[in-house]
């Protein structure tokens, strides 16, 4: 068992307060030397002695968690609170202790109380407990389907803990089946509504350390997680509603890609008739004008710009889908790119199509169809000395020209939320269109 250092045979009331002192400090020593039993035994010794004195209280609880006696903890933090009711720290070790045994609601509020008592350092402490309250109900997958002015695509988020940074996540944004990692960081739980900015790697031809945020207002209830950006504004929106809306829940969306009656006739065709429809529905949802967004645009063309693709990307998607991805790449990446010839049933359509894509200022030019067709032929003949069967991916048959360095996006230009998503879904969608270039 552990010994006292010191004499305690003689005990005046000055003695017994100078002994609860010293049982203190030795509680202190052997919690630096990571003896959590012995500091417990020392502190329980200082409170034995001085019960009056909140500290003791505090130590041993912080004690108790080391050890992960949690019950104990909320009882030590708890009575430090009876003795001194606006004791920061005291908050703090009841709050820990609290979240530890997923009692998340009771941590926050006291985390709350301890912040209108507290100072420097505890301050950050409480606000972390708080922190990890909320990030813990955020952990897991969410699935929802945004606004129809955003794309009305489906988006899943896989959150999960970041140990690198103190009050942040990890966040895997997937949108068409393409996934991108992201960081969250400035997680402001003091706000109303709470908010969190994701840092969004730049789509693969953009580049290479471009980080793009995009701040979402949440709120987390029975209903799910809501989520809602700006959209169309510098703002960050106040309430949950609007295009920027949308609900995230713990089950995948339903009834979002084609019907199986589409998929049936689908696969009753040719492959020539699947050619020629598959190029009737892209000539169908393909502007007739530049969707480029140029230097000299103004915020407003950049805007709907942006939201064109993001909707020319959704229906690129469902094409995908429907028709598979043999004849997306076989149109995209042979045909389109000349790097085979059509079937002369198909011959009309695919022209049609280059026309279209050409309109919208998404055909590479003959410099650039060299270069894919260059890097196309390298890629097979990987594929085949490496004996492989697989298929590249549909986000890659034809990959747009290396973009230009640019200069960090500002967080502060909300056409960074549009401009990221059509970033995010054009990295799937068959790689015809071009990264979105901010203006200058």
Not at 150 to 159: D, R, S, T
Not at 181 to 198: D, Y
Request: with cysteine; charged share 25%; aromatic share 6%.
């Amino acid at each position: 068992s552990f010994r006292c250092p010191f004499d305690t045979s003689s005990r005046t009331l000055r003695d017994m307060a100078q002994t609860a002192e010293d049982w203190k400090k030795a509680g202190n020593d052997a919690f630096s030397s990571g003896k959590w039993e012995e500091a417990i035994e020392a502190y329980t010794s200082a409170i034995a002695l001085n019960d009056q004195q909140p500290t003791f209280f505090t130590n041993r609880s912080v004690a108790h968690m080391k050890v992960k006696k949690f019950d104990e903890a909320l009882n030590d933090a708890e009575a430090a609170l009876e003795l001194k009711p606006t004791f920061a720290k005291a908050f703090l070790r009841k709050a820990r202790a609290l979240e530890k045994m997923g009692r998340k609601k009771e941590s926050i509020e006291t985390a709350k109380a301890g912040l209108e008592h507290a100072a420097d350092k505890v301050v950050d402490e409480l606000t972390a407990v708080w922190k990890d309250c909320i990030i813990s109900d955020l952990l897991g997958k969410w699935y929802g389907q945004v606004s129809e002015e955003m794309g009305g695509y489906v988006q899943e988020f896989e959150i999960k803990a970041d140990s690198r940074q103190r009050g942040g996540f990890i966040c895997d944004v997937a949108v068409m089946n393409q996934t991108r990692p992201a960081s969250a960081h400035e997680l402001n739980v003091k706000a109303e509504p709470m908010s969190f900015t994701l840092a969004l790697p730049a789509p693969s031809d953009g580049p290479s350390n471009m980080v793009i945020p995009i701040t979402y207002i949440f709120r987390l209830d029975d209903q799910g997680l809501h989520l809602c950006c700006p959209f169309m504004t510098h703002d960050l929106p106040k309430t949950f509603s609007g295009p920027g809306y949308v609900l995230m829940k713990r089950t995948p969306v339903e009834g979002t890609g084609p019907s199986e009656e589409e998929k049936r006739e689908v696969a009753a065709l040719s492959e020539p008739e699947r050619v020629n429809r598959f190029c009737e529905a892209m000539i169908t949802v393909l502007p007739d004008h530049d969707v480029d967004p140029k230097p000299d645009d103004t915020e407003e063309v950049h805007m709907a710009k942006a939201k064109q693709q993001i909707l020319l990307n959704k229906s690129m998607f469902h094409a995908n889908e429907l028709y598979g991805e043999q004849i997306t790449q076989l149109v995209f990446g042979e045909y389109v790119l000349g790097l085979k010839e059509p079937p002369s049933e198909c011959a009309s359509q695919i022209g049609a199509l280059r026309a279209k894509m050409d309109k919208a200022g998404l055909l590479p030019g003959e410099d650039d169809r060299k270069k894919l067709a260059a890097a196309r032929q390298k890629q097979q003949g990987e594929a085949r000395s490496s004996g492989s069967t697989s298929s590249p991916s549909p986000a890659q048959p034809a990959a747009e020209p290396e973009a230009k360095p640019e200069p960090p996006l500002d967080q502060k230009d909300n056409t960074t939320v549009l401009l990221v998503l059509a970033g995010v879904v054009a990295a799937v969608a068959v790689g015809a269109l071009v990264w979105m270039r901010r203006k200058s």
